[in-house]
């Protein structure tokens, strides 16, 4: 199959599905006579799988372990495991860096007059102006 067909059988922007087989992530199996990509089922099935672990928020290089673990048959579910958890100890973080960004936004907020006064406590934080 075509580029284009691959690329909505995946459920990817054919853009994204370019740039997954730039970086080598994805690499369809066979070219045509022309030189065109020419993508088989397991290609599709590989896209699916890179599309789902981005959703995931795996980065690109731990999607490249993930495609490695899958395709070995020998590989340790300890190794999946590990890269799992340390996926959820990057959403801790992340969600507590969030946490800390909406209490620092919502004091601000509260601390603003939201009237017709220029004076903002929101936009001198923002300047590193004292309070």
Known sequence: MNIGEAALRAGLPAKTLRYYEDIRLVVPRARRANGYRDYAEEDVHRLVFVQRARSLGFTVQECRDL???YED????SADVKA???NRIGDI???IAELQAMKTTLL????RCHGDRQPDCPILASIAGEPG
């Not at 004091?107 to 509260?110: N, V």
């Open 73 to 76: 048959r020998g590989r340790a």
């Open 92 to 94: 801790e973080r992340k």
């Open 83 to 85: 890269l799992a958890l």
């Open 107 to 110: 004091d601000l907020a509260e």
């Open 67 to 69: 495609l490695s673990l």
